[in-house]
């Protein structure tokens, strides 16, 4: 790594015990921890979160947004204000607030995207589970992102498939997630996360994953496990907590706007122009592109087979993530009426 070689690492944290050992161990895995800086939104309770202050790790080099767990609004607000701590490092790094790393994670994320033929490339995956407190799993193999269905609100959902072996180059993606995003940080310049979204789950990564793509930005999926992700939720509270009087109003308006700016709506719908806030596509490529590129028809919900493994051959494949951490999404919950969506939208908060 060169001098310059600085790396901002965004995270959101709803009263998440786990933040502070993430911080702890991305520094102690480091091989330049300093040249790496934090940004935090700490949505908490002062009172009942004193669990999740137990330690700080180079302070100094943690800079923090908090705000009262019930100003929460979800994950696109909160991404938004961790993004507005940058202060100009060469790299950026987008992850959850409980993950684990590899020993020189930030030597091997920049080489890695040094390696990738692209201008303008991101490695993002759904990150391998670790158990608590500090259990990596021994398999290297990783994960490559892939496109299961479509949800009832027509907002796509991702899986990641273990791949049968490591690969020392990256692996070109059609696909990009929230919890494990690393390029140059021009990223966040160029397509700043849209805080006008509250309450919005589903959708969070779809637009993204188009306006990154239409402005120019290429998916790689690491060829080994970097980083790892705690899977399950037992501990911890989520956003879906906080309660208003126009909640649901709003999530809908979220998912509204998505869904215009993706233009998933009827042609009648479509006739008011879209805001000119800065959260829009780009211009270096159109949403027809990247229907041809990734297979995906988002207004007609159109899946083609190659989007289903993500453009490689099966035969790359093992498994799902889903059924790495225990085959969860066909368990019951205790009340046996649980839906999948329900469980996946708690794996991935």
């Not at 909160?78 to 020189?104: G, T």
């Not at 259990?135 to 907002?155: A, C, H, Q, S, Y």
């Not at 590129?293 to 159109?302: P, R, V």
């Amino acid at each position: 790594m060169a001098e310059k070689d600085t790396i901002f690492v965004a995270i959101p944290s709803y009263r998440d015990s786990e933040c502070q050992w993430t911080v702890k161990d991305l520094f102690e895995k480091a091989k330049f921890p300093d040249r790496v800086f934090v940004g935090i939104c700490w949505q908490y309770d002062e009172e009942e979160d004193k669990e999740c202050f137990k330690i700080q790790t180079r302070p100094d080099q943690v800079r923090i947004h908090r705000m009262d767990w019930k100003e929460a609004r979800g994950p696109c607000l909160a991404r938004s204000l961790a993004q507005k701590l940058f202060r100009d490092e060469e790299y950026y790094l987008q992850i959850d607030s409980h993950m684990r790393f590899v020993p020189s994670w930030d030597e091997k994320l920049i080489q890695l995207l040094q390696r990738c033929p692209s201008s303008k490339p991101i490695i993002t995956t759904y990150p391998v589970g670790y158990e608590l407190p500090n259990v990596l799993p021994t398999d290297n193999r990783p994960t490559f992102l892939v496109v299961r269905e479509f949800g009832k609100e027509g907002m796509l959902r991702l899986d990641g498939k273990q791949l049968t072996q490591t690969h020392k180059d990256p692996l070109p993606s059609y696909f990009w997630v929230s919890g494990f995003a690393f390029s140059r940080s021009e990223v966040i310049r160029e397509v700043p996360y849209d805080p006008h979204l509250p309450f919005l789950f589903f959708g969070e990564e779809t637009q993204m994953n188009v306006r990154l793509w239409t402005h120019g930005w290429d998916f790689f999926s690491p060829g080994e496990n970097i980083i790892f992700h705690l899977w399950t939720r037992s501990y911890r509270s989520t956003f879906r907590q906080v309660e208003i009087p126009n909640k649901k109003e709003l999530e809908a308006e979220s998912l509204r706007r998505v869904q215009r700016l993706l233009q998933m709506l009827p042609d009648e719908d479509m006739k008011e122009p879209l805001p000119q806030d800065g959260y829009g596509l780009g211009n270096a490529r159109s949403l027809e592109d990247y229907k041809k590129f990734s297979g995906i028809d988002l207004k007609n919900h159109t899946i083609e087979d190659r989007a289903k493994h993500g453009g490689l051959p099966t035969s790359y494949f093992l498994q799902s993530i889903f059924d790495l951490i225990g085959s969860y999404l066909n368990k019951s919950d205790s009340d046996g009426k649980q839906s999948i969506d329900a469980k996946i939208q708690g794996l991935l908060s």
